[in-house]
C-alpha cells in the first residue's frame, strides 16, 4: 500500500488516537483495532494507482453526458 492513510474527520481522528492508545495499553484486543481503523481512517490513492484498476480492453469509457434520460 503506497497511498497516503488519513483520518475521514476531525472527530474521527480523535476516537482513532483514543482507540490507538487503550489498544496500547491492552484494553483494546487487535481485531476490535482494526475494525475501528476500517471504519475511522481512509487511505488516499494516488491516480496513476487509480488509473491500473480499469479494464485494458475497454477503448471508450461512458460519462454523465453519454447517457440519454
Known sequence: MTG????????????????????????????????????CLTIDVPEKKTQAVRPKNCSTYLTGKDWKH
Open 4 to 39: 497516503k492513510v488519513k483520518a475521514k474527520s476531525c472527530i474521527l481522528e480523535a476516537v482513532h488516537e483514543t482507540a490507538s492508545d487503550l489498544h496500547r495499553l491492552g484494553f483494546i484486543n487487535k481485531r476490535k483495532m482494526h475494525e475501528l481503523e476500517a471504519l
